[in-house]
C-alpha cells in the first residue's frame, strides 16, 4: 500500500484510515496470514500491510482438515504473538467458527476478547447480508471489522466443498453481500474465489478496499495464506496461491543436517563447547 508512497506520507502504523487512501490512491494493499511473533516481526519487516491471524491456524499450524475447530482460546494467544511481533502492520484477527453465529452480542463479546486479550486491531468475520447486524453492532463498539464475503470456508459443508461463489446467477447474491457490508460498516472486504471479472465490479462499485483471494488481479489488495505461499504446507495448495518460497525443503534439509552431524559427532565443535576455567 505505502511501497509507491513518499517516506514522509507512509505510516509508522497501518490505520483503517489508509486503507480509504490507498483505494483512492490505486495503491494495492499486501496481506499475509501470520500466528505467531517469528513471521509476524519477518512479514512486518517486509512491509506487508495487514497480518490476519485467520482461522486457517487450525489447518496450518493445528494439523486440522478444515477451519471448523479451532477456538477462540486457542486463536488468543496466536493473535497476541502476532500483535507483539509487528510495529507497522495492522493486525486483524478471525472470529473463529461458533464464537459470533448467535448474534450480535455473542459477536460483540467474542470481538472484545481480541480487543483486550490479544491487542489486535481489527476482527474479521464471515458472511455479507447474513452478517449485516453483528458486523454494524461491533462497528458501533468501535472495532473495526474486515468482512469476508464470496467462498466463506466456515460454511464449507453448506457450500458443498470449495467452490467458486458468483458464478452465473449468483454474481448478484455476491454483489448484495459486498453491498450490505459496506452498508453496515465494515473497513474492507475479503472476496474469496469468485470470478474475477465479478471481482473487478465489486471493487468497482464499492468505496471500501476489496481484498482478493482467488479473485483475480483487480482487487484493491490481495491476502494468501502465508505457509502455502512459501511452501510449508504438507498436502495440495488451491490453484491461486503462488509459491514464493520452497521452506519445506529448506527445513528439511536443515534438520537432516543436523541430524547427520549429531549422528556422527561433528556437531558440537569445541568452539560450541565449555571449557571448565573462563580465561
Ligand atoms: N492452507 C490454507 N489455505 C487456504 O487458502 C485456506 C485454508 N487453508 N483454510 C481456509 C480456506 C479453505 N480454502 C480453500 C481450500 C481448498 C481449496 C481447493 O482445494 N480448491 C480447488 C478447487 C475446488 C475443488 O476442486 O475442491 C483448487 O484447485 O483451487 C480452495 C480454498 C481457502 N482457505
Ligand atoms: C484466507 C484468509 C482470508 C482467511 O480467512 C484465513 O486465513 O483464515
Ligand atoms: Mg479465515
Redesign the pocket.
Known amino acids: 500500500m505505502m511501497a509507491c508512497m513518499s517516506q514522509a506520507s507512509a505510516p509508522k502504523r497501518v490505520r483503517i484510515r489508509h486503507f480509504q487512501a490507498a483505494k483512492a490512491a490505486g495503491e494495492r494493499i499486501t496481506a499475509l496470514t501470520s500466528y505467531d511473533a517469528m513471521t509476524a516481526a519477518v512479514f512486518d519487516e517486509a512491509g506487508i500491510d495487514v497480518l490476519l491471524v485467520?482461522?486457517?491456524a487450525?489447518?496450518?499450524v493445528l494439523g486440522e482438515t478444515?477451519?471448523l475447530p479451532v477456538t477462540v482460546d486457542e486463536l488468543i494467544p496466536m493473535a497476541r504473538s502476532v500483535a507483539r511481533g509487528v510495529s507497522r502492520a495492522l493486525v486483524v484477527a478471525d472470529l473463529p467458527f461458533g464464537s459470533y453465529e448467535r448474534g450480535p452480542e455473542q459477536a460483540l463479546d467474542t470481538a472484545v476478547r481480541f480487543m483486550k486479550e490479544a491487542g489486535v486491531q481489527a476482527v474479521k468475520l464471515e458472511g455479507g447480508v447474513r452478517s449485516h447486524a453483528t458486523i454494524k453492532r461491533i462497528v458501533e463498539a468501535g472495532i473495526p471489522v474486515m468482512a469476508h464475503i464470496g467462498?466463506t470456508?466456515q460454511s464449507?459443508h453448506g457450500l458443498g466443498?470449495?467452490?467458486?461463489q458468483g458464478r452465473g446467477d449468483s454474481a448478484e447474491r455476491v454483489r448484495a453481500d459486498a453491498r450490505a457490508v459496506q452498508d453496515a460498516g465494515a473497513f474492507s472486504v475479503v472476496l474469496?474465489?469468485v470470478p474475477a471479472v465479478l471481482a473487478a465490479e465489486i471493487t468497482r462499485e464499492l468505496a471500501i478496499p476489496t481484498i482478493g483471494?482467488?479473485a483475480g488481479a483487480e482487487c484493491d489488495g490481495q491476502i494468501?495464506?502465508w505457509?502455502?505461499a512459501m511452501g510449508l504446507?504438507t498436502g495440495?495448495?488451491?490453484?491461486?496461491?503462488r509459491k514464493y518460497a520452497d521452506l519445506r525443503t529448506t527445513l528439511l534439509d536443515a534438520a537432516s543436517a543436523y541430524r547427520d552431524e549429531v549422528k556422527s559427532g561433528a556437531f558440537p565443535s569445541a568452539a560450541e563447547s565449555f571449557e571448565d576455567q573462563t580465561s
Open positions: 485467520g482461522d486457517s487450525a489447518t496450518t478444515s477451519t467462498y470456508p464449507e466443498g470449495h467452490v467458486v474469496e474465489m483471494i482467488g494468501l495464506v505457509t502455502d504446507g495440495r495448495v488451491p490453484r491461486f496461491v
